[in-house]
């Protein structure tokens, strides 16, 4: 019966894009597949092959794509409306694997939340470890001029050179603050980013 | 953003494109004016009445944030059809919004085209 291979084919289909947006409250994934099934069986107008179905699935999107659309759009909504650097930050790990800007997204806060905690606890524990915390300069050789950076606790100070003294805890306290608010800053803007461009279809 | 097509008449189709999806929203809630339709009607009537022809997945999304947002609300029905349909209808802030926004595009629209007058006569 083609009816029934059609139909069969829609119900895959389906799984998928359930399997797809899974970590959506149950509610919202039943909605959701229920909404697409009655689309498909309204474009298809009575004829349930498995060709017409493939055809008005192919204009819907994949269910990779379908997911990414509706994930984005409820994701970037919640964010919005409590704009907290913490649900902020919850919305681009959610996406974070949704799309290559979602995972740029992502990268970009580990690395901005990271140098903000860095920053905030150098600072932080300087007082209690006055000769090993900081932000410390290192060089393989006293005239070798490739340097690295290296900022918070070292087990030997005695390899580098110490260049802040005391004015690590203010300049940490500021340093890790602007990190900080400007990573929850970019994370809201790559929310409406990636809320425009799912607006779009793309 | 990303331009689909070069040149001068690409660009002009490009910002036609733009200039539809701009009242994208504005549009939904006029065809929703005169009753309740579920997705595919709407689908249908945005690119027949408006000749705006969205990506049809992206408009669960879009009627899914109205419904948060309070402007629309959706309701299963039992239909002749076999199946179930959702139809969306305007909530009362959805009739305002839309009203809203039909007298700031008449505004607009009006403003553009007292611009536009002396392009009319000039043949240069």
Redesign the interface.
């Known amino acids: 019966m083609t009816r029934d291979a059609g139909l069969a084919h829609l119900d895959a289909y389906l799984a998928q894009v359930q399997r797809h947006v899974r970590g959506l409250p149950d509610a919202e994934v039943r909605?959701?597949v229920?909404?697409?099934?009655?689309?498909v069986?309204?474009?298809v107008e009575?004829r349930v092959s498995p060709a017409a179905v493939e055809a008005a699935i192919a204009?819907?999107?994949s269910p990779r794509?379908?997911a990414r659309?509706?994930i984005?759009?409820?994701v970037v909504?919640r964010a919005e409306a409590r704009r907290t650097p913490l649900s902020v930050l919850g919305g681009v790990v959610r996406l974070a694997g949704l799309s290559a800007y979602g995972l740029f997204a992502f990268l970009v806060s580990v690395l901005g939340y990271g140098s903000a905690l860095a920053f905030l606890a150098t600072a932080a524990v300087k007082p209690f470890a006055w000769d090993r915390a900081g932000l410390w300069i290192t060089r393989n050789a006293p005239d070798d001029y490739i340097a690295s950076w290296h900022l918070g606790i070292t087990d030997n100070p005695r390899l580098g050179h110490e260049i802040l003294g005391v004015w690590i805890i203010p300049i940490g306290i500021v340093a890790g603050l602007l990190a900080g608010w400007l990573t929850w800053r970019f994370n809201l803007f790559s929310l409406r980013l990636m809320g425009r461009r799912?607006?779009?279809?793309r | 953003m990303g331009r689909d097509q070069d040149g001068p008449a690409g660009d002009l189709a490009g910002w036609e494109t733009q200039l539809r999806k701009g009242a994208l929203s504005l549009a939904v809630l006029a065809i929703l004016w005169s009753g309740r339709l579920y997705g595919l009607e709407i689908l249908k009537r945005l690119d027949a009445e408006a000749g705006l022809a969205i990506p049809e997945g992206t408009i669960y999304p879009l009627l899914n944030r109205m419904k948060a947002e309070g402007l629309v609300a959706s309701e299963w029905v039992e239909a002749d059809a076999g199946h179930p349909r959702k139809y969306y209808s305007l909530t009362p802030e959805g009739r305002r919004r839309a009203r809203d926004m039909a007298a700031g595009w008449r505004a607009f629209a009006a403003g553009l085209s007292g611009l536009l007058a002396p392009l009319d006569g000039d043949p240069r």
């Open positions: 909605e959701i229920a909404e697409l099934r009655a689309h069986l309204d474009k009575g204009e819907l999107g794509e379908i659309l509706n984005t759009e409820r909504a799912a607006r779009r279809g």
